[in-house]
Nanobody
Framework: VQVVESGGGLVQAGGSLRLSCEVS????????VGWFRQAPGKDREFVAA????????YYSDPVQGRFFISRDTAKNDVYLQMDSLKPAVTAVYYC???????????????????WGNGTQVTVSA
């Protein structure tokens, strides 16, 4: 499985970006695709995820209501729409695939099996 992120860039505070995650290979119905981010000097943290089986979505508290994860039903593509961006969300954003997930592990990076190289998101004040 190969994972490739795109769509990052520089945007002013209050603006929007849409990240894309293209997955080459099979995504199991038991799995999920998640977005994580890592700012300099900080641990990688969960942003959002979508279960492949039923499209249930999960968000971290800081992004709830401003970020939206979705999938393309015809392709193995997942998107992260990010609105009302703040400088604090500046980070490298990673997409990852978990072959088998559950509610208690969907937000935990170490359970994910395949990762992309990330895309930089920078929000200026």
């Amino acid at each position: 499985v190969q994972v490739v992120e795109s769509g990052g860039g520089l945007v002013q505070a209050g603006g929007s970006l849409r990240l894309s995650c293209e997955v080459s290979g099979r995504i199991f119905n038991s799995g999920a695709v998640g977005w994580f981010r890592q700012a300099p000097g900080k641990d990688r943290e969960f942003v959002a995820a979508i279960m492949w089986r039923d499209r249930s979505t999960y968000y971290s508290d800081p992004v709830q209501g401003r970020f939206f994860i979705s999938r393309d039903t015809a392709k193995n593509d997942v998107y992260l729409q990010m609105d009302s961006l703040k400088p604090a969300v500046t980070a490298v954003y990673y997409c990852a695939v978990d072959d088998w997930t559950a509610n208690d592990r969907i937000s935990v990076p170490r359970w994910y099996d395949d990762w992309g190289n990330g895309t930089q998101v920078t929000v200026s004040a």
